[in-house]
Every structure is written in structure tokens, then in C-alpha cells.
């Protein structure tokens, strides 16, 4: 008989996988963070700060930035690959990506970009020889200044990282770093060939678990695989079958998400749109009830609530956004909305904790949705 759950259970079932609900696990930290989630989405934007960094500081608080990145970059326990997206993952799973390494080497080219072979041997020699280099030091990244002009350098090294052959373990001035891989991932990882079916069972279950309960869409947006992959291993995956009240369609739950009942203190925080419990955009309304597009590359007359806002979190629910700014050590809320006036307490504390955690001492609200909330508002901050 499948088990049944409300919409709300499923609800808390996720908060927990995401680490959102109960107690942060501090002394595994950033990393731990990594690995419990199985994929950081990387993005260029920054406005408080790099999407990376707001995924630890959602679970984790106001650690400090310094330390997102030291355990991100240059320690070998990471690599950089197409998961979601551009993604930080932790280096145990560099033999998860094997089937789609191969399906890039099978393809013969990247995105359609050709390069000469004695280009591809050059770039490879060259990390040999000298270590890991970023695109410029290799011999340029771009022919002009557009930023899609790649090189033929820049096309061979990024085509050796969809190959396997090297390997993103650091970033400099926001610049991917190139290593071999077989330099840089560790010998029993490095000499692991799962085949394609080991390999998307291994991640659809690692889905499932960062998810907590999951559509066969969610699994599948989650590292972003496709519906015939999904199915040809869900059956022999952990997973099992499990129906949501509301959801209007089948879904599968890690069974240790079932073991007990989800309970905790819930974070009180602002999301980037890149994190992993937002970034599926149909999953977020059905759980939340909250339709949030990225308006980064929305024209600003048509954006409705940002350039990059950021829906605030709190008692385990979607309750507003936030578009955010920094004016030296001004944190600007350049537009606010909120669903109900009783979250301004929460707003107010997110806002206070985001401010100190990037190093401003004052809170500035510009546009407010209900003008009705600005001195309650306003002596919550300077309080």
C-alpha cells in the first residue's frame, strides 16, 4: 500500500532535506553543507554576495565568507561540472558524471565549437608541464571582448573539462583554475568507470535524499537527467513510491526522510534564486505556493519584483521578497514585499543578519510593498 502524505508533511519533508529545518550540523560546516545537498549552483551575479556563498549562509548563519571559500576552492575536495548547472560538487562524486562525460567525448564537440586537435594536445601538455593555469595563462581566454568569443585555447580546455580530462578545483578572481584530472582527483576516484545505469542510479538516490520527496520532474531537474534516465533505474533506486495530497502526480521519498517525523527549529533567512531548495522553479510553487522567476535578465520596466529577489524564508514557508543592493555599508532593500504583516519581525531579523554578514552596519528599505509596514519596520532595524 502507498504511503500517503499531506501536503504540509511533504512540505517539512523537504525544509529537512535541505537542511533547513533542525539544527545546522556546524562541525561539518560548509563542506558538510556541500555533501548533504550533493550540488552548489555557481553564478556570476553577486549582489550581496555570490550565490555559492548564500546556500551555506541559509543553513549555516553568518559564517564567515572567508571561510565559504576556502572550503570551496583549492582544496582538491571539490570540482567544478555540469550538474543543475555550472556546479560546485564534492569530489566523491567525480565517478557519478562518468555517463555524461562519455556522452560529451561520444559527441565529439562542445556546444557546437570545433578545435584542432594539436590545440587540444597543446593545452593538456601545457598543464602537465606546468601545473594548473587558468585560460589567460594557457594562452588566452577570448579573441575579442565579447564575453561568448572564446579562444580556440579556451574552447580546447573547456572541452578537456566536459571530457574529463581536466579538472575546475579552485577559482581565481572568479577565473576557473585548470588541473588534470588525474593530477587533481584522487587515484580511487580518478580510476572508478561506473557504467551510465550505476551511475544515474547513484545520483537519482542522491537526488531523492537532498530533496527528501521528489516528482520524477524534481529528480530529474536536480541534476538535470532525462526522463528516460530517470525511469530506466528510479525501480532499482532506494526511493520509494509515495503519494502528496495536492501534488497531481507520482512521487518517491528517501526512506530516511519517512524514518520520523520532521521537527526543529526553522532557518529564518533570504534565499538565492539559485538555491538548490528554489532553483526548480515548478517544484517552488507546488510546495510553496510561490510562483519566483529571476528577473536579473527581465528589462527593468518589466521587472515585477527585481533584479535579483530574494524570497525570505521563515517558520518553513515563503513569506516575501526581498531585492537587495549594497551601498557601502548600507544594505539597500531596493523592493520589499511580504504576504502578511506579522512576517515583519522576520523580515527585519533576515535583513539585520544578512547586513552584518556583509559587513554593513545600516539597513536601508527603499519601495515597500504595503507603505503601511514602514515605522513598525524601520524601528524593528534600528533597534
Do not use: N
Amino acid at each position: 500500500m502507498t504511503l500517503t502524505l499531506s501536503a504540509d508533511q511533504a512540505r517539512r519533508i523537504a525544509l529537512r532535506a535541505q537542511g533547513l529545518l533542525g539544527a545546522p550540523d556546524r562541525r561539518a560546516g560548509v563542506r558538510g553543507v556541500l555533501r548533504h545537498l550533493g550540488a552548489v549552483q555557481l553564478d556570476t551575479i553577486s549582489v550581496l554576495a555570490r550565490s555559492h556563498e548564500l546556500v551555506p549562509y541559509a543553513r549555516l548563519g553568518a559564517i564567515g565568507r572567508g571561510t565559504v571559500e576556502s572550503a570551496y576552492w583549492g582544496t582538491e575536495s571539490t570540482f567544478e561540472y555540469w550538474s543543475h548547472a555550472a556546479c560546485i560538487l564534492p569530489v566523491e562524486e567525480w565517478p557519478l558524471f562518468a555517463f555524461r562525460r562519455r556522452r560529451h567525448r561520444d559527441r565529439g564537440h562542445l556546444w557546437g565549437h570545433q578545435v584542432a586537435p594539436e590545440t587540444y594536445r597543446h593545452v593538456l601538455d601545457k598543464l602537465r608541464a606546468e601545473g594548473p593555469l587558468t585560460a589567460t595563462e594557457l594562452g588566452g581566454a577570448k579573441r575579442t571582448s565579447e564575453w561568448w568569443d572564446w579562444s580556440d585555447t579556451k574552447i580546447a580546455v573547456e572541452r578537456a573539462l566536459a571530457f574529463g580530462d581536466v579538472v575546475c578545483t579552485e577559482r581565481r578572481s572568479w577565473k576557473r583554475v585548470y588541473e588534470l584530472a588525474e593530477q587533481a582527483v584522487p587515484a580511487e576516484l580518478f580510476g572508478q568507470e561506473l557504467s551510465d545505469a550505476e551511475c544515474l542510479r547513484q545520483l537519482v538516490t542522491q537526488a531523492g535524499a537532498a530533496l527528501g520527496v521528489a516528482t520524477r520532474a524534481d529528480l530529474m531537474d536536480y541534476h538535470r537527467l532525462k526522463a528516460e534516465q530517470v525511469d530506466s533505474v528510479l525501480a532499482d533506486s532506494p526511493l520509494v513510491p509515495v503519494e502528496v495530497a495536492g501534488w497531481g502526480a507520482p512521487a518517491w521519498a528517501d526512506p530516511a526522510a519517512l524514518a520520523s517525523e520532521p521537527r526543529g527549529r526553522h532557518r529564518t533567512t533570504l534565499l538565492s534564486p539559485f538555491d538548490s531548495l528554489i532553483w526548480d522553479r515548478a517544484r517552488t510553487e507546488r510546495v510553496f505556493g510561490m510562483t519566483h522567476r529571476l528577473e536579473a535578465y527581465t528589462p527593468r520596466h518589466k521587472r515585477v519584483h527585481g533584479y535579483f529577489a530574494m524570497p525570505l524564508l521563515s517558520q518553513g514557508r515563503l513569506v516575501g521578497r526581498v531585492d537587495p543592493a549594497r551601498e557601502g555599508r548600507t544594505l539597500v532593500a531596493r523592493q520589499v514585499s511580504l504576504d502578511a504583516p506579522k512576517h515583519v519581525e522576520a523580515l527585519a531579523g533576515a535583513l539585520c543578519e544578512a547586513a552584518e554578514w556583509v559587513g554593513c552596519d545600516t539597513v536601508r528599505i527603499e519601495q515597500l510593498g504595503d507603505e503601511r509596514l514602514r515605522p513598525a519596520l524601520e524601528r524593528l532595524l534600528a533597534a
